[in-house]
C-alpha cells in the first residue's frame, strides 16, 4: 500500500520523476488514479495543475488520467487552473477536450472562476475555446457580474465586447451588475457601466433597492455623486419598507452619506418611512449610531418626533438598550412621554446602565 500524503506532496512539489519511477508498479497507477485527498476529493492531477505543473500534468494525461474527475466540491482539473491562473496548464487540457463549461458546485464555470482573478489573458483562453458568457450560477451570477463585482475593469471591457448584451442581466434577487459595482465601492467599473450600458434609472432590485442606496449604504460617497450626476437616480426612491436613501445611510451608520443627502441633495433630515413613519432618527437610534444620531440633531431633527405609533427616537433608542444614544436624545430635549400604547421609554429598559442614564438625567 502506498502513503496517499507521500504521493499528493509530490504532485503538488512537480515531482515527475516519482511518477515515472513508480508508475509501471500495478498497484501505484490503480492509487493514484482511483484515490482522492481526504478532505477535499482533490486527485493527484488537481495538485498538479493548481500548482502549475505542466510536465507532471501533461505525464498522468499521457497515462490516461481522467480529466473530468471532479473532487467532492464538484471542481475538475480545468476548474483548477481557471481559477489559479494557470494559463498553460489551462491551454493544455483544453486541447484534450474537456468540456469548457463543466459545472462545479453551485454551477459555477471555469470561466466564473476566471472572473474572480485578475488575470485577462486566463479569461481570454476561456473564451476562445467557446465558454458559454451567458451561463449563470445557482445565485443568477453569469461571468460579467463577477468580473463587475470583482472590480477587474479590462476583464470586464473585455467581456462586453464579445457580447454586448452581456450587461442586461439580473441575478436571482434582482441584482445588476450597476448594483454589484455600487455595493463594492467598484468606481471605475461603475462609471465605465453607466457609460456604455444602457442601465434604467432606479431599476431596483427584490428588495426595493436601487444601486444608489448601495452605494451609501457602505458610505461611498463618490459612486453616489456619480450615480446622481451622470445617471440622474431619484434620492427619493423608496424600498420595499418604505425607506428611502436617508433612512438606509443611517441604519449603517454611515454619517458621509447622510451629510450628501441632506447638505448637497437637500433631503429633508426629519423625512418618514411611508411604511411606519419612522425618521432617520429612529432608525440611527435603534442600530445604536450615535454620530448618525448627532449629525440629525444637529441637523434640526427634532428629538421628540414621533413614528405611526407615537413612538420617539427614545423610546427607539431605550428599547434597544443603546445607554449612550439614550443620553444623546435626553440631552437634546428628549422627554419621557407615552407612546399610543401608553408605554413610556423607560419602561423599556432592561439594562442597569440605560436605567442608571435616565435615574441620572431625571436627577439633574
Known amino acids: ?30 492509487t493514484v488514479f482511483i484515490s482522492s485527498y481526504a478532505k477535499s476529493g482533490d486527485t493527484v492531477l488537481h495538485y498538479a495543475v493548481r500548482h502549475g505543473h505542466f510536465d507532471l500534468v501533461k505525464y498522468l494525461v499521457d497515462e490516461g488520467f481522467n480529466l473530468e474527475l471532479g473532487n467532492f466540491d464538484g471542481k475538475r482539473p480545468l476548474h483548477e487552473a481557471a481559477h489559479f491562473g494557470q494559463a498553460v496548464c489551462l491551454k493544455f487540457l483544453l486541447t484534450k477536450g474537456v468540456n469548457v463549461d463543466a459545472l462545479k458546485r453551485a454551477d459555477w464555470t471555469p470561466l466564473m472562476l476566471a472572473c474572480t482573478k485578475d488575470d485577462l489573458t486566463v479569461v481570454q483562453i476561456l473564451v476562445e475555446n467557446r465558454a458559454n458568457l451567458h451561463l449563470k450560477n445557482k445565485d443568477g451570477w453569469n461571468c460579467f457580474h463577477i468580473a463587475v463585482r470583482e472590480g477587474h475593469l479590462p476583464i470586464v471591457q473585455y467581456l462586453l465586447k464579445q457580447d454586448t448584451s452581456l450587461w ?21 467599473v461603475l462609471e465605465y457601466l453607466l457609460d456604455v450600458c444602457q442601465y434604467g434609472t432606479d431599476m431596483k432590485d427584490s428588495c426595493g433597492s436601487t444601486p444608489l442606496m448601495d452605494a451609501l449604504r457602505i458610505q461611498d460617497v463618490d459612486a453616489a455623486k456619480l450615480l446622481i450626476s451622470k445617471h440622474q437616480t431619484d434620492v427619493m426612491m423608496e424600498d420595499n419598507l418604505g425607506r428611502q436613501a436617508l433612512h438606509i445611510a443611517s441604519q449603517t451608520g454611515a454619517c458621509k452619506s447622510v ?10 433630515p426629519a423625512g418618514t418611512c411611508s411604511t411606519n413613519g419612522a425618521t432617520a432618527l429612529h432608525i440611527a437610534a435603534k442600530e445604536g449610531h450615535v454620530g448618525v444620531l448627532k449629525l440629525l440633531l444637529d441637523f434640526g431633527v427634532n428629538s421628540n418626533v414621533i413614528d405611526a405609533k407615537g413612538r420617539t427616537a427614545l423610546h427607539i433608542a431605550a428599547g434597544a438598550q443603546h445607554a449612550d444614544c439614550v443620553l444623546i436624545l435626553l440631552q437634546h430635549g428628549a422627554d419621557c412621554r407615552l407612546d399610543k400604547a401608553g408605554t413610556s421609554p423607560k419602561q423599556l429598559v432592561v439594562k442597569q446602565d440605560v436605567l442608571k442614564v435616565f435615574d441620572q438625567f431625571e436627577d439633574t
Do not use: W
Not at 6 to 22: C, M, P, R, T, V
Not at 168 to 186: E, F, Q, V, Y
Not at 259 to 268: G, M, S, T
Open 1 to 30: 500500500m502506498y502513503d496517499l500524503h507521500n504521493i499528493y506532496k509530490s504532485a503538488q512539489n512537480g515531482n515527475l520523476s516519482f511518477f515515472q519511477e513508480h508508475i509501471n508498479e500495478k498497484l501505484f497507477k490503480e
Open 168 to 188: 442586461d442581466t439580473a441575478s436571482k434577487n434582482g441584482r445588476t451588475p450597476l448594483h454589484t459595482a455600487a455595493l463594492h465601492g467598484r468606481n471605475d
Open 259 to 268: 451629510q450628501l443627502l441632506v447638505e448637497h441633495c437637500k433631503v429633508n
